[in-house]
C-alpha cells in the first residue's frame, strides 16, 4: 500500500540553518497540503497544491517558509534561517478531487527540532 | 471565521466505559464538512468520518458513533465499549468552501485497562 509517505521524519538543525522536507503524496492524488502542528495543539494548515499550481497559503507561511510542488507528483517543503519557534510536526496530506471530496490522508509527519 | 472547539482536553475512562468526545463548530458557509481524524502515539493521523452539512443522519460504525445536530453547530463522537487501542488524540475539523481543514485543539484519550 503506498499511502502518504515523508522524508525524513525527524530533523535535528541548528538555529539559522535552512532544511527541507519532502512529501510524496498517494500517486493518484492531485491535491498536496502542508500543515504544522505543535504539541498539544491541532495542525495548522500552511499551504496546499493542486497538482503543480500553489493555490493557497496561510498567514502563518512566513517568507521563510517555501513549497514547490515541481511536477505535480512529491512536494518539497523549506525553512530557510530556521528559528527555535519553528520547531513542529510538520504533517503532509493528499487528496483526490472528485471523489471522496475533502478526504485528506496523512502521512506520518517530519518532526523538526531547532536548537 | 472558521472554528472548531474541542472543550474536552483530557478524558480517561476505564475499559469498557462509553464515552462522548464533544465538538463545536463556528462557519458561515452553508456547504461545509465535517471531518473526525484518531492521532494514536505514532503520529499518523487517521481519517474516522467525514459529514456534510446537508446530512445530518446520525452514523453508526461498529463501536463509533456520531451525532451531528446542525442546531446547536455540534459534531459530537461517542465510542461504545473503549478499549485501551482507542487510546489516542482525537481532531474534529472542519472544511468549508475553501480548502482549508480547520482543526479542533484534540481531546486526548486515555482507557485504562
Known amino acids: 500500500d503506498t499511502g502518504v509517505s515523508q522524508d525524513p521524519r525527524h530533523k535535528i538543525t541548528k538555529r539559522g540553518q535552512n532544511v527541507t522536507f519532502r512529501c510524496d503524496p498517494i500517486s493518484e492524488h492531485n491535491r498536496l497540503y502542508w500543515y504544522r502542528q505543535t504539541l498539544g495543539q491541532g495542525p495548522e494548515f500552511l499551504t496546499y497544491?493542486?497538482?503543480?499550481?500553489?493555490?493557497?497559503k496561510s498567514r502563518l507561511l512566513s517568507d521563510r517558509f517555501s513549497a514547490e510542488r515541481p511536477k505535480g507528483s512529491f512536494s518539497t517543503l523549506e525553512i530557510q534561517r530556521t528559528e527555535q519557534g519553528d520547531s513542529a510536526m510538520y504533517l503532509c496530506?493528499?487528496?483526490?478531487?472528485?471523489?471522496?471530496?475533502?478526504?485528506?490522508?496523512f502521512g506520518p509527519g517530519t518532526r523538526l527540532t531547532v536548537l | 471565521a472558521q472554528k472548531v472547539t474541542q472543550a474536552q482536553t483530557e478524558i480517561s475512562v476505564v475499559e469498557k466505559e462509553d464515552v462522548t468526545l464533544d465538538c463545536v463548530y463556528e462557519t458561515r458557509d452553508t456547504t461545509y464538512y465535517l471531518f473526525w481524524y484518531k492521532q494514536p502515539p505514532s503520529g499518523e493521523l487517521v481519517f474516522l468520518i467525514r459529514?456534510?452539512?446537508?446530512?445530518?443522519q446520525n452514523e453508526i460504525s461498529g463501536r463509533y458513533s456520531w451525532n451531528f445536530q446542525k442546531s446547536t453547530s455540534s459534531f459530537n463522537f461517542t465510542i461504545t465499549a473503549s478499549q485501551v487501542v482507542d487510546s489516542a488524540v482525537y481532531f474534529c475539523?472542519?472544511?468549508?468552501?475553501?480548502?482549508?481543514?480547520?482543526f479542533g485543539t484534540g481531546t486526548s484519550l486515555t482507557v485504562i485497562p
Open positions: 497544491f493542486q497538482n503543480e499550481a500553489q493555490l493557497e
Open positions: 459529514r456534510n452539512s446537508f446530512d445530518e
Open positions: 496530506a493528499s487528496s483526490l478531487v472528485g471523489t471522496s471530496r475533502h478526504e485528506q490522508f
Open positions: 475539523a472542519l472544511a468549508g468552501t475553501g480548502n482549508q481543514f480547520y
